[in-house]
C-alpha cells in the first residue's frame, strides 16, 4: 500500500539545537522524496528533496537523508532557530505516468529561545 | 513572478450552495493541482492537470468539479456545499519537465467553512 508516515507529531527543541525529523514510508517505488515546511496559515514550502537513488543531499542548514532498506526519511536542521518553528512533511513521489504525491500527517517544531 | 494565486482567502458556505475556488499560476508549468488539508492532517490529492483540456480524479474527488481551459487557470467548483467539505484548500502547479526537479509550488490556501 501507499504510505508516509512520522513518527512523532510534536518536537520541541531550544533555539541553536539541532532537530531532527523522522519520517516511514512504505512504497518502493516512489522515486522522490520531499520535505515541505508549513507555518501557521501559510501552503507548504518545498524545503529540500531527494532522489530515490542517492542517500543524503544537504542544504542550506538542511540535510535530508534516506535510508531505503528500512524506509526510513530524516530531516535534519542545523542550529534550529525561531523561525524555524512551523508543521514539517514529509512527502514520497510516485510517479504513475504524473507525479502522484503522498503526505505523511506532519510534524509540529517547537524552538524555544 | 506571483506564483500560485488562490481567490478567496477564507469563504462560509450554507450547506447545499455552490462556489468556485479560482486558482492562476504565472509560471507556465503543465501540471497542476487541487489539495484539501483538513485539520492536524496531511495533504490529499482532489483532480489534477497534466495541461489544458486534461484533467482527471485524485484521491478524494467527490462533491468537487474542475476545469483546464488555460495553462495559467484551474479552478475548483464545489456543488451543493457539504459540511464535510469544510477545510482548507490549496492549488499547486508544477512543471511537468523531470529533469526540472519536479518541485510543486503551493498557493497560500483558501479557508472554507460550510455551515
Known amino acids: 500500500g501507499e504510505s508516509v508516515g512520522l513518527h512523532l507529531p510534536t518536537l520541541s527543541v531550544q533555539e541553536g539545537d539541532n532537530s531532527i525529523i523522522n519520517c516511514a514510508y512504505s512504497n518502493s517505488a516512489s522515486d522522490y522524496f520531499i520535505w515541505y515546511k508549513q507555518e501557521s496559515g501559510k501552503g507548504p514550502q518545498f524545503i529540500i528533496d531527494?532522489?530515490?537513488?542517492?542517500d543524503k543531499r544537504q542544504g542550506q542548514r538542511v540535510t535530508v537523508l534516506l535510508n531505503k532498506t528500512v524506509k526510513h526519511l530524516s530531516l535534519q536542521i542545523a542550529a534550529t532557530q525561531p523561525g524555524d518553528s512551523a508543521v514539517y512533511f514529509c512527502?514520497?513521489?510516485?510517479?504513475?505516468?504524473?507525479?502522484?504525491?503522498?503526505f505523511g500527517t506532519g510534524t509540529r517544531l517547537l524552538v524555544s529561545p | 513572478n506571483a506564483g500560485v494565486t488562490q481567490t478567496p482567502k477564507f469563504r462560509i458556505l450554507k450547506i447545499g450552495q455552490s462556489m468556485t475556488l479560482q486558482c492562476t499560476q504565472d509560471m507556465n508549468h503543465n501540471y497542476m493541482y487541487w489539495y484539501r488539508q483538513d485539520p492536524g492532517m496531511g495533504l490529499k490529492l482532489i483532480y489534477y492537470?497534466?495541461?489544458?483540456?486534461?484533467?482527471d480524479k485524485g484521491e478524494v474527488p467527490n462533491g468537487y468539479n474542475v476545469s483546464r481551459s488555460t495553462t495559467e487557470d484551474f479552478p475548483l467548483r464545489l456543488e451543493l456545499a457539504a459540511p464535510s467539505q469544510t477545510s482548507v484548500y490549496f492549488c499547486a502547479s508544477s512543471y511537468s519537465d523531470q529533469g526540472r526537479g519536479n518541485t510543486i509550488y503551493f498557493g497560500e490556501g483558501s479557508w472554507l467553512t460550510v455551515v
Open positions: 492537470s497534466v495541461g489544458a483540456g486534461i484533467t
Open positions: 531527494i532522489r530515490s537513488n542517492m
Open positions: 512527502a514520497e513521489r510516485i510517479d504513475t505516468g504524473f507525479q502522484k504525491l503522498v
